[in-house]
């Protein structure tokens, strides 16, 4: 069973690859924030923040599912 590299959670699915890691649903959510984050303002502490957002919307919508 793989797991995800950030938060050591088994994998539901495939789990998403990014360059170095494969992470589950939420930590993917999150770095997808925190690239996007960076990519609109160039800003490393924006970055972490909307990183952030993406991760409790993410956790929220998991929540549902179950
Ligand atoms: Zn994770």
């Known amino acids: 069973m793989k797991r995800c590299d950030q938060c050591k ?3 539901r699915g495939a789990g998403h690859k ?3 890691r494969t992470l589950c649903d939420v930590c993917y959510a999150e770095y997808r924030g ?3 984050g960076y990519m609109g303002s160039g800003n490393v502490g924006t970055a ?3 990183g952030g957002l993406f991760r409790r919307r993410a956790e929220r919508e998991a929540k549902k599912k179950r």
């Open 18 to 20: 990014t360059a170095l």
């Open 34 to 36: 925190v690239v996007g």
């Open 48 to 50: 972490l923040f909307t």
């Open 9 to 11: 959670k088994t994998l």
